[in-house]
């Protein structure tokens, strides 16, 4: 029988897990078990919510079944499955919007301005990577890694190989000072140098490496640190 969420340690419960690492950083079916709340007998929301993915195939098919399908979902009842629907449109929403309207991530301060409120309040180093389309649209936002620099960096075939899962053309890269230092240090330029010719040898678009801190960001691009040597028109 699954732990009670009760007695699972308090530092790898969901919401605890969000509240010190981020939402990013939390799986599907935690970030579902959030939104549940509570399982049913013999089963904690966190069960629940891998049995409800495992069931229906993934989180997009249970965000968008019918809702009297998941009604008869047992542990599950009216309030979980309007909650389940009433997230899946908002994604649905969010997607149309996204669709209709995606941003142009054609200059440092747009960048800026998107993945601010994702490092605000951080205490470690995140990197973060922007998919970019042929128009240098952005395809997606991603969590790579949280910690020192030099370990979030070190992967770069990580890096690469989330860029090309997305279809990207370009890319770029991002990640945040919480000392709120900008300068590079000289591990952020040998790495942002390697990287780029590793873009360069798979023919994709590095098209800037931001550092970022609360207030302010460094470009290597603007700053000319980066020679965008494969760009395509």
């Known amino acids: 029988m699954p732990p009670k969420m009760n007695e699972i340690s308090v530092t790898e419960r969901p ?7 981020g939402p990013e950083s939390l799986a599907d079916s935690e970030l579902l078990s959030i939104i549940l709340g509570s ?13 409800l993915l495992s069931d229906f195939g993934g989180l997009k098919e249970l965000l968008y079944v019918d809702l009297n399908k998941l009604r008869k979902v047992k542990h599950l009842g009216d309030a979980k499955a309007c909650s389940i629907k009433a997230v899946g449109e908002l994604s649905r929403r969010r997607f149309f919007l996204h669709e209709v309207q995606k941003p142009k991530m054609n200059t440092p301060e747009i960048v ?7 490092i605000v309040g951080k205490k470690v180093e995140c990197l973060y990577l922007l998919c970019l389309d042929l128009h ?11 910690g020192t ?14 860029a090309l899962l997305n279809d990207s053309v370009g890319i770029v890269l991002v990640h945040n000072h919480p000392s709120g230092v900008l300068r590079p240090s000289d591990s952020d330029i040998c790495f942002t140098k ?11 678009v590095f098209v800037d ?8 960001y460094f470009s290597f691009k603007s700053s000319g640190l980066l020679s ?4 395509r028109g």
Do not use: W
């Open 15 to 21: 919401r605890e897990r969000l509240m010190r690492l």
């Open 39 to 51: 399982g049913g007998p013999q089963m904690n929301a966190l069960s629940l919510s891998q049995k």
């Open 112 to 118: 800026y301005s998107l993945v601010r409120p994702y």
């Open 136 to 146: 240098q649209r952005l395809l997606k936002l991603s969590l790579i890694s949280m």
């Open 149 to 162: 620099l030099d370990q979030s960096l070190a992967d770069t075939r990580e890096i690469l190989r989330e």
């Open 194 to 204: 390697r990287f780029n010719e590793a873009c360069l040898n798979i023919g994709l």
């Open 209 to 216: 490496h931001l550092i970022v801190a609360e207030e302010s």
């Open 228 to 231: 965008l040597k494969n760009e």
